[in-house]
């Protein structure tokens, strides 16, 4: 079993279990496990040798039309979510920028999306979930009650127990189309500047380039927006490309990310345009493009993100953009986003600042350059997003998440340590 | 509008209509269900113990905004079929039998009560039920039957050939109500699923590159009922397969392990 960055690679046996019966007395048997949602985490948080697949669990529950609390079951994907409730003008409070993962992933890596600055993480959204301890007891969490466990599994990476379903606000939209402003800026600062200007806007998120040295570091385009009110509501079937094969490694190389960034940075106008786009290519670009992570080759890839606190975040940015650019491994999408409050939950990544998100291919050299931005990352008071790590050492993670240790002592308690357990929390000591 | 004689032109089926699915808690039923209500169809589902679909009866309701009632059915109590059926308000526009035991084989070389229940729930019990909804269709000169049979029923071989042997008799049932039915206009549909990873088959060891999920064995059943298609194998490599199977010497093939 992989990941979606291809890497690492596990050999493992997966169980596929929809009734809760049965996940009970599955719980009973075995040893260790780890939940697998649809395999959209980057890294090895959802992989051991034995895996339970809760994807079949997808029943939609309840749904009240007046306040748009949907109650569902945690393997459903959000995308079949968006595929029956956009049409009717609902939306997800919070997105990530892939819809194909389920409710469960969402939660346990407490999701976040380009509206974090204002609806905060997936958590925000829910109104409570059921989840089963390691002695198979169901219990309901959420903000006021079993609190605790609530904190403890949003942003848990199904360390805490199996998530069964769960009850989440949707929002009212008018429109399936988002009126998009794009920013193109020419530096880091200027970056920033957009970033605060624009900050009331709902949704926001900048490409950014990654190689450009000199007066030029950090140029980027900020896409802002909101959806439309036109009442533009019709399904519509995308059609999806699929990249057929692995690309060859050397496909992608620091010469040919250059020229793609060129030419995409050109292809937006100068100053501030205006654009309007259906939701799918705004929230999910590359959901259209099936298998993408072929593109980085056989021996797959990984995506490195840190966030920095605000304060920090222009100095370390620079820094990190320096020393990426030095190392001349380019990376082909690089996201960089404002966030909002960091909320109460134990192994949440966001707090407020700013993140930067990089794909790199996995090649010779490059973990010992992720352990130098490791550095700089810590060493300005920020973290690394566990949904997408396969390799940060130990004390660069608990560095990053001062809650590790209330979360230990929480999984000590219920015996979770003995039973759940994924690759990444064995490599990081959760 | 083509000319659709001798069927009846009011059988192509609005989309008001129900359909109604017996053994509905299989896998590759849920599937079916899924995939009419997508389309559009109310939905009967039934099955013993109905109560346990009250989940995916709100799932369907929710994703598809569709009617779904449901209605308990022991289909190895023959006397209740006929008042089952009539129970119904409005009657179905077609019906799935998705009731299937594979049992064990072994098992069922010992205990007679075994082979009996396998041949029974997957034979004589959708004989009983068939039959009742064969006669109102025949009546109303439209509706479809979809029996779900399985390719185990092509050739018996000595891992499961009481099941096989029992689907073999469903099959061939299934052939001559399409023949009795055609005049009145009513279609009759053989599915037979090779490999389908479900309930039924796990723990088995299936080979990838045969095996289909049960959406795309409804999927394949839905284009093929639009279609009217007689004898359906899903995934379509089946009919090669058990084309070659079925032509295997007796001599020859009485000597294999397959």
Same mark, same amino acid.
């Given at each position: ?84 409730? !956009? ?15 389920? !409710?469960?992933?969402? /939660? ?39 609190? &605790? ?93 699929? /990249? ?16 793609? +960034? ?11 345009? &205006? ?93 010992? *350059? ?25 004390? +660069? ?12 002592? *929480? ?20 | ?8 032109? =009011? ?41 346990? @679909? ?9 994703? %598809? ?10 289909? @190895? ?18 019906? %799935?039998?998705?009731? #299937? ?11 007679? #009560? ?15 039920? @068939? ?12 509706? %479809? ?14 891992? =499961? ?44 060891? $299936? ?35 058990? @084309? $070659? ?14």
């Amino acid at each position: 079993m992989k990941s979606w960055g291809n890497y690492p690679k596990v050999a493992s046996t997966s169980f596929i279990i929809s009734e809760t019966e049965k996940l009970r007395s599955f719980l009973n048997e075995i040893d260790e496990v780890i939940t697998y949602g649809n395999g959209r985490s980057y890294g090895d948080s959802a992989l051991n040798t034995n895996m339970v697949c809760i994807k079949p669990k997808n029943y939609f529950l309840n749904f009240d039309e007046t306040s748009g609390l949907l109650h569902i079951q945690a393997g459903a994907l959000l995308s079949e979510i968006l595929e029956f409730f !956009v049409p009717r003008g609902w939306f997800l409070r919070v997105s990530p920028g892939t819809k194909f993962i389920t !409710v469960g992933g969402a /939660i346990a890596s407490d999701i976040h999306g380009k509206n974090h600055h204002i609806e905060g993480c997936f958590s925000e959204s829910l109104v409570m979930f059921r989840l089963m301890l390691p002695n198979g007891e169901i219990v309901a969490c959420s903000k006021t009650e079993n609190v &605790e466990l609530f904190r403890a599994t949003c942003g848990g990476m199904g360390l805490t127990g199996i998530i069964l379903d769960a009850k989440l606000y949707l929002k009212r939209i008018g429109s399936r189309y988002i009126q998009q402003k794009t920013i193109k800026t020419r530096n880091l600062r200027e970056t920033f500047e957009a970033f605060e200007m624009y900050s009331k806007q709902p949704y926001s998120v900048a490409w950014i380039d990654c190689l450009t040295k000199g007066k030029g570091m950090g140029k980027s385009l900020l896409m802002v927006g909101d959806f439309c009110d036109d009442g533009r509501l019709d399904f519509k079937q995308k059609k999806k490309v699929n /990249i057929p094969f692995y690309f060859p490694s050397f496909v992608l190389n620091s010469f040919s990310v250059k020229i793609f +960034n060129t030419l995409y940075y050109n292809k937006a106008g100068n100053g501030v345009t &205006e654009q309007k786009i259906d939701f799918e290519s705004f929230f999910y670009p590359l959901d259209s493009l099936g298998h993408w992570n072929r593109i980085y080759g056989k021996n797959g890839f990984t995506q490195y993100q840190f966030i920095l606190p605000k304060e920090n975040s222009y100095e370390g940015l620079e820094e990190i953009l320096h020393t990426i650019a030095a190392s001349g491994k380019g990376s082909f999408l690089s996201v960089l986003k404002l966030y909002g409050k960091e909320n109460e939950n134990y192994l949440s990544f966001p707090m407020e600042g700013y993140s930067l998100a990089l794909d790199f291919k996995i090649e010779k050299g490059l973990f010992k *350059l992720l352990d130098t931005i490791d550095g700089i990352v810590i060493k300005k008071g920020g973290r690394i997003y566990l949904a997408k790590d396969a390799r940060i050492p130990r004390e +660069n993670f608990v560095r990053g998440y001062p809650k590790v240790e209330n979360f230990r002592t *929480l999984r000590k308690r219920y015996g979770m340590h003995e039973k759940f357990n994924s690759i990444q929390s064995k490599r990081l000591g959760i | 509008m083509k000319n659709l004689t001798p069927y009846n032109q =009011n059988d192509l089926g609005s989309k008001e209509e129900y359909i109604l699915i017996i053994g509905a808690k299989s896998d590759i039923a849920r599937a079916v269900a899924r995939k009419y209500a997508k389309e559009g169809y109310q939905l009967y589902l039934m099955a013993r113990d109905s109560g346990s @679909l009250g989940e995916f009866s709100s799932d369907l309701r929710i994703r %598809f905004e569709v009617k779904v009632e449901c209605l308990d059915l022991d289909i @190895l109590d023959y006397n209740s079929h006929r008042n089952c059926y009539d129970s119904l308000k409005q009657k179905p526009y077609g019906v %799935f039998t998705a009731v #299937g035991y594979l049992g064990e084989q072994e098992k069922a070389e010992k205990d007679i #009560g075994e082979s009996v229940r396998i041949i029974n729930t997957n034979f004589t019990g959708l004989v009983s039920f @068939l039959n009742v909804v064969a006669n109102d269709f025949e009546k109303r000169k439209s509706g %479809f039957i979809c029996g779900i049979s399985s390719v185990a029923g092509d050739r018996g071989r000595k891992g =499961n050939f009481i099941y096989g042997s029992a689907k073999a008799a469903f099959t061939t049932y299934l052939s001559g109500l399409r023949n009795r039915l055609y005049e009145s206009g009513v279609h009759v549909m053989t599915v037979k699923p090779g490999f389908v990873a479900t309930k039924m088959t796990e723990g088995l060891d $299936l080979p990838k590159k045969l095996t289909a999920t049960p959406q795309q064995v409804a999927n394949d059943i839905y284009k093929a009922q639009k279609k009217r298609k007689n004898v359906v194998y899903t995934l379509w490599l089946w009919r090669w397969i058990m @084309l $070659l199977v079925r032509n295997i010497p007796e001599w020859q093939f009485k000597k294999m392990n397959i």
